[in-house]
């Protein structure tokens, strides 16, 4: 009889010990892939930043180059100082319609490449905002 409590209590331990065992295993498997996804999940993050600087490297040089050029615009018009009464359009006469063309033509440009750095800016912004 004692032999058989020995025997139930030895096969007892032998089934703790088998299921602790298992148990470690499946911990340390969990614990590997969570290692690894996390791992995964922080290289993708540093991707992103370094792509988000390398964008915003990018859009500071257009920015650059854009405060650069316009520094550069000077318009100069001689002053018209009043209508010419053979001309029906209104003008002076001093300014042909090619010039007013011109002028129209770079207000336009003009237009165009502000709305173009407030988009750059916009851009700017929503990155920061992401990357805070």
Not at 92 to 97: P, W
Not at 118 to 123: F, V
């Given at each position: 009889?004692?032999?058989?409590?020995?025997?139930?209590?030895?096969?007892?331990?032998?089934?703790?010990?088998?299921?602790n065992?298992?148990?470690?295993?499946?911990?340390?498997?969990?614990?590997t892939?969570?290692?690894?996804?996390?791992?995964?999940?922080?290289n993708?993050y540093?991707?992103?930043?370094?792509?988000?600087?390398?964008?915003?490297?990018?859009?500071?040089?257009?920015?650059?180059?854009?405060?650069i050029?316009?520094?550069?615009?000077?318009?100069?018009?001689?002053?018209?100082p009043?209508?010419?009464p053979?001309?029906?359009?209104?003008?002076?006469?001093?300014?042909?319609?090619r010039?007013?063309?011109?002028?129209?033509?770079?207000?336009?440009?003009?237009?165009?490449?502000?709305?173009?750095c407030?988009?750059?800016?916009?851009?700017a912004?929503?990155?920061?905002?992401?990357?805070?």
């Open positions: 009889m004692w032999l058989r409590i020995a025997g139930v209590a030895g096969l007892a331990a032998a089934l703790l010990f088998g299921y065992y298992i148990e470690q295993r499946g911990y340390n498997r969990c614990q892939e969570t290692q690894a996804a996390n791992l995964k999940l922080a993708a540093i991707n992103r930043l370094t792509k988000a600087e390398g964008e915003r490297d990018a859009n500071q040089t257009i920015i650059d180059r854009l405060v050029e316009s520094r550069s615009l000077h318009v100069h018009f001689p002053v018209c009043a209508t010419d053979q001309n029906p359009d209104g003008t002076a006469g001093l300014l042909s319609k010039v007013d063309e011109s002028f129209a033509r770079l207000q336009e440009r003009g237009t165009v490449l502000f709305e173009r407030e988009a750059l800016n916009a851009d912004i929503k990155v920061n905002a992401v990357n805070q």
